[in-house]
């Protein structure tokens, strides 16, 4: 059989009584507590003073102009970093050009999409901002009250040329918005400004990286002027069927044939049961070319973008996509794209590319029934390799970038649980505060084509993991996962994923000494720095999964069949355990579901054969494994009591 192995919160009013059909969860509201009183400025509401003066000078409706804002930046500043697609500010105002992102290569040297970018008008709003403005170039770009009185001015130009002025309802600034999201498709354009609209009728409020606290209250009469988005004249989205929720906007591009195999998921008894999140390391225009180029081994469900949550469905979900680097996973899997660079990711996952994803995750996992944890709702860097030779060859995207917890929040399924250390012996769920939580990782850019290298750098960001060491001492080394390292430590480089345990992870607690926690992981026990529990909540309705015997129990990275269960004339695919990864005698590791039977598939016939013997998903170390079940002994973990213990 031919295998490819490949690299790969806020309330939304959107159609409401379509998403309510769907059996969907509201998605909650991200919101603080009121963040200002009286009309006394301090130094963290002064970015919420900065919109309200820039909404003032040029007329804009303070709740546009917030809600706006929201959607592209959830009100951060980053700095004199760029997005993806080359914007700048809370506003989000765009200057691509070939030299962008210069100072920090990782993702964008040797980037061949930047020229032909450069070339479109609609990547340029940061200098018709300045025209509009005055201000310089730089200050936009760097200037949060600069970059957000740019982004006033030019979506007041934008309200004049819709509606020929500037009203005081701001559902009349419908087109306007539109207008912003800089979107060619219509459906596309009207999609973003549902979103901003919904966060206005929803309200939200958070406090920012840099320590600005910013609300948006709730005005759910707001009922937008949506016809005014035909004033735009955009470009009508393709006419084929796409599986996507009515909140989404989502058109349909084939994807390369090569990457892909026709299927009848889930009819023909191969269950889907994971949704993968990645990254393109490139923008969303190239992504989408790339994925559909004929001789593309490669492919994916969706892709999604970064500015405005515009969604590209380029195979059906009953198809299998090889996407995750892993055929056996890619058979249960569907697969989400995203625009942006696992480097850059906590700049510029935007609330908007998070919120969409959320709508078509909800979606997905609803229509197929795919549990809402984070061993089935699983970064590519937590998918595990399908052989020994492939664990080193999985990628690290999504990255240390992804903020899941605020990504399950907005699926409706927060990780749960009383935030605190927990006995030996029972489960944690890892879950560190995303905002607080900084590391420092070593980031090192792709060489320059040219012959030109650019010089690692130290980098402290927001992250969503915890470094565990091989003892409770912060001077500890690293542990090395073993199919990198061998018996060395390991490293902080951003993409060495073994010495990291990351958001929404469960493992069994092995022991604990004073402001430390350690936890089986990878066949060993490893440290984290956990004071007070800071890092962890207690974790219940899961099993404990561990050897049956006394001998250790062999982890594998795929579920296939065993040769014996083949039909003849098909060709068995080869079973092997993952060698250098086995569950030791006396460690215990999680599993969130019942095992399922091993499935595989073949493309000539449509045969799906279906073996006898079932494999349990557990979370063995940064990644998800398998363990038969007649291997081990499952051990439900049902309640806490108030003292923390663990009822089995």
Not at 257 to 270: D, E, L, T
Not at 563 to 576: D, I, K, N, R, W
Request: charged share 15%; hydrophobic share 35%.
């Amino acid at each position: 059989m031919h295998r490819r192995k490949t690299r790969r919160r806020l309330t939304l009013a959107i159609t409401m009584g379509a998403v309510a059909a769907s059996g969907l969860a509201v998605l909650p509201v991200n919101a603080l507590a009121d963040t200002t009183s009286g009309t006394t400025t301090t130094a963290d509401t002064a970015r919420q003073q900065d919109f309200a003066s820039a909404a003032a000078e040029y007329h804009v409706p303070p709740s546009v102009l917030l809600g706006l804002a929201y959607q592209e930046s959830a009100w951060e500043s980053h700095g004199a970093q760029a997005s993806a697609d080359g914007g700048y500010g809370p506003m989000h105002l765009t200057d691509v050009t070939p030299a962008m992102m210069a100072d920090d290569g990782a993702g964008a040297v040797g980037r061949s999409d930047l020229k032909s970018m450069a070339a479109n008008p609609a990547l340029h709003t940061l200098q018709a901002a300045a025209k509009l403005t005055g201000l310089s170039e730089d200050a936009l770009r760097t200037d949060p009250a600069a970059n957000i009185r740019g982004g006033a001015a030019l979506l007041a130009s934008y309200e004049k040329q819709v509606a020929g002025g500037a009203p005081a309802d701001a559902a009349q600034w419908y087109g306007a918005v539109a207008r912003y999201s800089q979107s060619p498709q219509k459906r596309d354009a009207a999609g973003f400004a549902d979103r901003v609209f919904a966060t206005i009728r929803g309200g939200a409020g958070v406090t920012t990286k840099d320590g600005q606290r910013v609300r948006l209250n709730a005005a759910p009469s707001v009922r937008p002027a949506t016809a005014q988005v035909d004033r735009l004249h955009l470009k009508a989205s393709a006419t084929t069927a796409t599986e996507c929720p009515p909140a989404v906007p989502c058109t349909f591009v084939p994807g390369s044939p090569a990457g892909m195999q026709v299927s009848n998921r889930p009819a023909n008894g191969i269950k889907i049961d994971t949704i993968v999140i990645h990254d393109l390391e490139g923008t969303y225009d190239s992504g989408v070319a790339g994925l559909a180029n004929p001789s593309n081994g490669v492919s994916t469900h969706y892709v999604m973008r970064s500015s405005d949550g515009a969604v590209t469905q380029m195979v059906a979900t009953k198809d299998i996509a090889f996407q995750a680097g892993n055929y056996s996973s890619n058979l249960h899997s569907i697969g989400i794209e995203h625009e942006g660079f696992a480097a850059q990711g906590a700049t510029w996952y935007t609330e908007a590319q998070y919120e969409s994803t959320a709508y078509l995750v909800q979606y997905l996992a609803h229509r197929f029934d795919i549990p809402l944890d984070r061993e089935h709702i699983v970064g590519h860097d937590n998918v595990a390799g399908g052989s020994p030779s492939g664990i080193r060859a999985q990628h690290w995207d999504p990255g240390p970038s992804w903020d899941w917890d605020h990504f399950m929040r907005l699926l409706g399924a927060p990780l749960s649980g009383l935030r605190g250390t927990a006995p030996v012996g029972s489960v944690v769920t890892i879950d560190p505060v995303f905002d607080t939580n900084l590391q420092t990782v070593r980031v090192c850019p792709i060489d320059d084509p040219t012959g030109a290298t650019t010089a690692c750098t130290d980098r402290q960001q927001a992250s969503n993991f915890v470094f565990l060491r091989t003892a409770p001492d912060a001077s500890a080394p690293l542990f090395g996962d073993q199919a990198i390292h061998g018996t060395a430590p390991g490293t902080d480089e951003i993409s060495d994923w073994g010495s990291t345990a990351q958001t929404g992870q469960q493992f069994v607690v092995a022991d604990e000494q004073g402001d430390w926690t350690a936890i089986w992981f990878s066949g060993a026990k490893v440290w984290f720095y956990n004071p007070g529990g800071q890092n962890t909540k207690q974790a219940y309705g899961v099993k404990i999964i561990s050897a049956a015997g006394s001998t250790p129990v062999d982890v594998y990275g795929s579920s296939y069949p065993d040769a014996s269960e083949y039909p003849t004339g098909l060709g068995a695919s080869t079973q092997v355990p993952l060698g250098v990864y086995t569950l030791p005698a006396g460690q215990a590791y999680v599993a969130t579901q019942p095992p399922n039977a091993t499935v595989d598939f073949f493309k000539s016939s449509g045969t799906v054969v279906t073996g006898a013997k079932t494999q349990y998903t557990i979370q063995y170390n940064h990644r998800v494994a398998l363990v038969y079940s007649g291997d081990v002994t499952a051990t439900p973990v049902t309640k806490h009591w108030e003292d923390g213990s663990a009822k089995r």
